[in-house]
C-alpha cells in the first residue's frame, strides 16, 4: 500500500495528475493516514492519531445524503413467522418521530432477525441537515452506528440475536418502535452496504466542502 501511495503522490503523468492527488487522498482516509503530509520512506504521513482519522473518514459522506437503517428485531404474526419491519413500517416509524422528508429503500431484508433499508434524503444542504438530524437522533438515542457495531459484536456470540433483548433495547422492551431500528449517515467506507444501483448513482463528497460552499452562498461570498 505504501508504494501505491508514493505512485498517486509522485505521478507527473499528464493529464492525470488530478486524478492520481484524488486516489492518493482517498487511500489515505481508508487507510486512516494524513493525506495532507507528503508521504516518504519514513512513513510518517501513516502516524495519525485515531481522533483525526476517525474524524476524516466521517467527513466523506455518501452523496445525495442517506441514512443507513438497520432493523434489529422482528414481530411475530400469526402463523409463527416473523415479521421483519420493512420500508412502509419503517416510513410510519419515522413519520412518527418527525422524519418525513426521506425515500425508502430496502437493500435486504427476509424472514429473519434483521434487515437493512436506506433512508435517501435530496441532494441540497437541506437534505444533508435532514439526514444529519436523523443521524443525530440515533446517537441521541443510543441507536447509532457505536451501538449497532456494540450489537453486531455481541451477536457474534448468540445463535439468534432474539435470545437478549437487552442486545436490542437499553430498556428491554423489544415493543418500542423507538428502538427497533440502529442508524447513521453513510459515509465513504459504507459503500458495501448499499445495493448496486444506489452505488451507481451515489457520489462521496466531503461535509466540510459542502458546508463551506453554502456557508459562502449565504454570506455572498
Known sequence: MHSLVMHTFNSLKVGLRAEHLGLHKALCVLMGWNHVVPPDNAKGYQLLPLPDARAMKEDLILWPPLVIVHIANSEMKKDGSEHVV??????????????????????????????TLLVKFSPTFSGL????????????????????????????????????????????????????????????GDLEKVDFDTKKRTLVKSRKDIEAITDGTVHGV
Open 86 to 115: 420493512g420500508n412502509l413500517d419503517m416510513d410510519e416509524i419515522l413519520q412518527g418521530l418527525g422524519f418525513s422528508n426521506g425515500k425508502m429503500k430496502v437493500v435486504n431484508g427476509s424472514s429473519t432477525i434483521q434487515g
Open 129 to 188: 441537515q435532514e439526514a444529519e438530524r436523523l443521524h443525530k437522533y440515533c446517537e441521541d438515542n443510543h441507536c447509532g452506528r457505536n451501538d449497532w457495531l456494540q450489537v453486531l459484536s455481541q451477536h457474534e456470540s448468540q445463535q439468534n440475536l432474539s435470545e437478549d433483548s437487552d442486545l436490542l433495547q437499553a430498556d428491554g422492551n423489544v415493543k418500542d418502535n423507538k428502538k427497533q431500528f440502529y442508524g447513521y449517515i453513510g459515509i465513504a
